[in-house]
Each structure stands twice: as structure tokens, then as C-alpha cells.
């Protein structure tokens, strides 16, 4: 089964960029497509955006949609969430996940998890 690791978040200002990435290892890379979803303090956690095994297709939430990007490099096992325009909302524990599925959006469909990366925007 593949482990993920995430890495990149940080305390950034409003308006700043932040690209994450999640680390794949341990598992055939390009037989996943991979998913971000993040969760805010109190809030429960929700879909961010996912792409499909080889990067052809990706789906985003209407919430983040123009403002985020999500790409992969299957030779470097990596897939990576480009957060641009960051607003105080945006502010969450970052998470990537692997489904056998072609491209998903939905939590049950993703079988392994990272452990998550903070993301703090002030305003």
C-alpha cells in the first residue's frame, strides 16, 4: 500500500502562494490518482482537488476553483497543490490521499492518507 508524506505548508499573509507537495512511496505511483483535502478547526474535512494517475484530468471545488492548481510528476512520485491568492479562509491541516479509482472526489474512495500539512493565512 502506498504511504504519502506532506510538506510545504507554513504561516504565510493573505494574497501569498504556497506550493504543497505529497511524497509518494512504497506503491506503483502512477496506478493512483491522488487527492487533496484539507479541514479547518471545528470544520469537518473537505475535498480541495484530485488529479488522475497521469495528470490528464483534475477536478477542483467550486470554493477554490481559479485559485489553486494541482499537478504530479509521476518520475519524482510527487504530486503538488499550488495554492495562489490565499485568504484567511484557506487556513487548514492540508491532506493528500491515494485512491485505485481513476479520479475521485469522494473520501471514502481514497485508502491511504498522509498525516497532513499546516497551512496558517493571516490576514
Known amino acids: 500500500q502506498v504511504q504519502l508524506v506532506e510538506s510545504g505548508g507554513g504561516l504565510v499573509q493573505a494574497g501569498d502562494s504556497l506550493r504543497l507537495s505529497c511524497a509518494a512511496s512504497?506503491?506503483?505511483?502512477?496506478?493512483?490518482?491522488i487527492g487533496w483535502f484539507r479541514q479547518a478547526p471545528g470544520k469537518e474535512r473537505e475535498f480541495v482537488a484530485a488529479?488522475?494517475?497521469?495528470?490528464?484530468?483534475?477536478n477542483y471545488a467550486d470554493s477554490v476553483k481559479g485559485r489553486i492548481a494541482i499537478s504530479r510528476d509521476n518520475s519524482k512520485n510527487t504530486v503538488y497543490l499550488h495554492l495562489n491568492s490565499l485568504k484567511p479562509e484557506d487556513t487548514a491541516v492540508y491532506y493528500c490521499?491515494?485512491?485505485?479509482?481513476?479520479?475521485?472526489?469522494?473520501?471514502?474512495?481514497?485508502?491511504?492518507w498522509g498525516q497532513g500539512t499546516q497551512v496558517t493565512v493571516s490576514s
Open positions: 490521499a491515494a485512491s485505485n479509482a481513476y479520479i475521485t472526489t469522494l473520501t471514502p474512495d481514497f485508502g491511504s
Open positions: 512504497g506503491g506503483i505511483f502512477s496506478t493512483y490518482s
Open positions: 488529479i488522475s494517475r497521469i495528470g490528464g484530468s483534475a
